[in-house]
């Protein structure tokens, strides 16, 4: 049996619950018999230098150190990678491994894993252990006699059902890592996946790990799930991580019917497209315990809408707005400016419907200048027409800043306004543009911070009837 090392670099954003694709990577290879260890140093607390994460792993004696590799953060990760790769075996996964598979092996990585991990993890653990051979495992690329070697794709997991459950690796993550807790609350990671893919294609959307085919878990293994997230982790409160939550109206109806049958309430979110929500959805979700939804519609002006492929209309936006106001289910309304060839008057576009909106939406995504990530058609068509070719290692990281995690008004407005993407100006916007999507930006703190002003003093007059949870959390930044 083998024993793996899984290590979440340093980034300077740090994540503050546990990693769900370690939980889900751990449980699996625990559930095939070998032996894990976490180590997540992009955690508020956990020591990051190298000399100690290399300590830790050699304690542990491993026979695989694995790192979990995100486009944005993949510089610091290389740095330790080339720290620890003359004492350790490397793998490589996630989402930037999965797109850029060659670019590991110029930093000392023996594997990379291309995909979902959980199954090409185990089978890399079965090579190492000299039970398989390493052209054998799907999605595996590979260093091959000096020579980079990728194996045919994995097909996507479909029967989401039979993965050993994350819940059960949660004992590898080290509470001290991690902000202090609320007593009785336990450490989990915030997050469950009902599903997987999306089947939507928007032009700048990095989900290759997760992919365009949609697959479900069953009403009943989620709503297990949601129940041992409450009675053994004392958590009532999580997200769907889902891309698209809401999709397959009788999924999310049997869904919503299942997680009332638990009998005790429990509050979530999720990211969901408005082509998928209507009022009845709705509905059942808010019964179900749904609190908030987060709304990629990304621009507001027709044209755009077509052209990054959005699938979505104002009018259908606005509808959902209207009803979730209606049923008191909180918003945040996900747009982005700085497309390439995005227009002044586009632009403007998005920022009349930010006023406009303002009126029924709980409130506007964090930042949201258009970052061109690798393997999106965003970034195909356009590195090299704007020279930006390989720009997460070929320049400086973009540096976000960490979100604010308590209520201070000009931390969170300076949070919403700060966006590390709008200097660097991808698709070369002219002087003039780039102060109007500054503006756009403030535009939407302020509107942002006055809906919460309003729901908070609607709720200090009294909570109404339809109201979820009550306004004191802070405003979040959208994952995409
Ligand atoms: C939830 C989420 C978050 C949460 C994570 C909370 C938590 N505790 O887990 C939070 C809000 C913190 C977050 C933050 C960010 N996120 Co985010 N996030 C997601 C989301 C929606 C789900 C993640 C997830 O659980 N996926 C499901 C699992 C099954 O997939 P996975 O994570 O890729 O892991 C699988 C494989 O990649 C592989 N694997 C992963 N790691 C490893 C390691 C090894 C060694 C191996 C072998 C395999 C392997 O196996 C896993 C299991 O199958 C994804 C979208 C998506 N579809 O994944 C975006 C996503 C991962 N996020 C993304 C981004 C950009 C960010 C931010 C950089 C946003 C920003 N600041 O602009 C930050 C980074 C913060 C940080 N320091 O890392 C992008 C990454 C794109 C890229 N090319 O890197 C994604 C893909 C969204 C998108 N469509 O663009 N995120
Ligand atoms: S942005 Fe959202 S709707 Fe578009 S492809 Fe990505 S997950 Fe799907």
Same mark, same amino acid.
């Given at each position: 049996?083998?024993?793996?090392?899984?290590?979440?670099?340093p980034?300077?954003?740090?994540?503050r619950t546990?990693l769900?694709?370690?939980?889900?990577l751990?449980a699996?290879l625990?559930s095939?018999?070998h032996?894990?260890?976490?180590y997540? $140093?992009s955690t508020?607390?956990?020591p990051r230098d190298h000399?100690?994460?290399?300590?830790?792993?050699?304690?542990?004696?491993?026979?695989l150190v694995?790192?979990?590799?995100?486009?944005?953060?993949v510089?610091?990760?290389?740095?330790?990678?080339?720290a620890?790769?003359?004492r350790?075996?490397?793998?490589?996964?996630g989402p930037?491994?999965t797109?850029v598979?060659?670019?590991p092996f110029?930093?000392g990585?023996?594997w990379?894993i291309?995909g979902?991990g959980?199954?090409a993890?185990v089978?890399l653990a079965?090579v190492?252990d000299?039970?398989?051979?390493?052209?054998?495992v799907?999605g595996?690329?590979?260093?091959?006699?000096?020579?980079?070697?990728?194996n045919p794709i994995?097909?996507?997991?479909m029967d989401?059902?039979r993965?050993?459950p994350?819940?059960s690796?949660?004992?590898?993550?080290?509470?001290s890592w991690?902000?202090?807790r609320?007593?009785?609350?336990?450490l989990?990671?915030?997050?469950i996946l009902?599903s997987?893919?999306?089947p939507?294609?928007?032009?700048f959307c990095?989900n290759d790990?997760?992919?365009?085919?949609?697959?479900y878990?069953?009403?009943a293994?989620?709503?297990s799930?949601?129940?041992?997230?409450?009675s053994?982790?004392?958590l #009532?409160?999580? #997200?769907?991580f889902?891309?698209?939550f809401?999709v397959?109206?009788r999924?999310?109806h049997?869904?919503?019917?299942?997680i009332?049958a638990?009998?005790e309430?429990?509050?979530w979110t999720?990211?969901a497209?408005?082509?998928?929500?209507?009022?009845d959805?709705?509905?059942?979700m808010?019964?179900a315990g749904c609190g908030?939804v987060?709304?990629?519609?990304e621009?507001a002006?027709p044209g755009m809408?077509l052209r990054i492929?959005?699938g979505?209309?104002?009018e259908r936006?606005l509808?959902?707005?209207s009803w979730c106001?209606?049923l008191?289910i909180?918003?945040?309304?996900?747009l982005m400016f700085?497309?390439?060839?995005?227009?002044?008057?586009?632009l403007?576009?998005t920022?009349?419907?930010?006023?406009? $909106?303002?009126s029924?939406?709980?409130?506007?995504?964090?930042r949201?200048?258009?970052v061109?990530y690798?393997g999106?058609?965003?970034?195909?068509r356009?590195?090299?027409?704007?020279d930006?070719?390989?720009?997460?290692?070929r320049e400086?990281?973009l540096?976000y800043?960490?979100?604010?995690t308590s209520w201070?008004?000009?931390?969170?407005v300076r949070?919403y306004g700060d966006?590390?993407?709008l200097?660097r100006?991808?698709?070369k916007?002219p002087?003039?543009?780039?102060?109007?999507?500054?503006d756009?930006l403030?535009?939407?703190? #302020?509107l942002t911070?006055?809906i919460?002003?309003?729901?908070?003093? $609607?709720w #200090?007059?009294?909570p109404p009837?339809?109201q979820?949870?009550?306004p004191?959390?802070?405003?979040?930044?959208g $994952?995409?």
């Amino acid at each position: 049996m083998a024993r793996v090392f899984l290590i979440n670099p340093p980034s300077p954003e740090p994540v503050r619950t546990p990693l769900l694709s370690f939980c889900h990577l751990a449980a699996a290879l625990r559930s095939a018999g070998h032996e894990v260890a976490v180590y997540d $140093a992009s955690t508020p607390h956990a020591p990051r230098d190298h000399d100690t994460i290399a300590a830790r792993a050699a304690a542990f004696a491993p026979d695989l150190v694995g790192l979990h590799l995100k486009t944005l953060h993949v510089q610091p990760a290389y740095a330790l990678a080339d720290a620890l790769a003359e004492r350790f075996t490397l793998v490589a996964g996630g989402p930037h491994a999965t797109i850029v598979p060659d670019e590991p092996f110029g930093h000392g990585f023996r594997w990379v894993i291309r995909g979902e991990g959980e199954d090409a993890l185990v089978e890399l653990a079965e090579v190492v252990d000299g039970r398989r051979g390493a052209a054998d495992v799907a999605g595996l690329s590979w260093l091959d006699r000096g020579m980079v070697r990728h194996n045919p794709i994995r097909p996507f997991l479909m029967d989401l059902d039979r993965l050993a459950p994350p819940l059960s690796a949660l004992d590898l993550f080290d509470p001290s890592w991690y902000e202090p807790r609320v007593p009785g609350v336990g450490l989990a990671p915030a997050g469950i996946l009902s599903s997987r893919g999306c089947p939507q294609a928007c032009t700048f959307c990095s989900n290759d790990v997760t992919g365009r085919r949609f697959r479900y878990r069953s009403a009943a293994s989620v709503a297990s799930e949601v129940a041992l997230l409450r009675s053994q982790h004392g958590l #009532s409160a999580f #997200s769907f991580f889902d891309d698209s939550f809401a999709v397959g109206r009788r999924r999310v109806h049997e869904l919503c019917e299942a997680i009332i049958a638990i009998g005790e309430p429990v509050g979530w979110t999720c990211t969901a497209h408005p082509a998928h929500l209507d009022r009845d959805v709705l509905a059942a979700m808010k019964r179900a315990g749904c609190g908030g939804v987060d709304i990629g519609m990304e621009s507001a002006d027709p044209g755009m809408l077509l052209r990054i492929g959005k699938g979505v209309t104002v009018e259908r936006v606005l509808d959902v707005l209207s009803w979730c106001a209606d049923l008191g289910i909180h918003t945040v309304v996900n747009l982005m400016f700085g497309w390439p060839d995005e227009t002044d008057a586009e632009l403007d576009a998005t920022m009349a419907f930010l006023d406009s $909106a303002a009126s029924i939406a709980g409130g506007f995504n964090a930042r949201g200048v258009v970052v061109p990530y690798p393997g999106t058609q965003v970034y195909d068509r356009n590195h090299e027409r704007f020279d930006f070719t390989g720009w997460w290692i070929r320049e400086a990281p973009l540096e976000y800043l960490p979100f604010p995690t308590s209520w201070n008004e000009a931390e969170i407005v300076r949070a919403y306004g700060d966006d590390p993407a709008l200097d660097r100006n991808f698709f070369k916007h002219p002087p003039h543009r780039v102060a109007r999507m500054r503006d756009a930006l403030a535009l939407k703190a #302020s509107l942002t911070m006055a809906i919460s002003h309003r729901r908070m003093a $609607a709720w #200090s007059a009294g909570p109404p009837a339809s109201q979820g949870a009550a306004p004191i959390g802070v405003p979040a930044a959208g $994952a995409r």
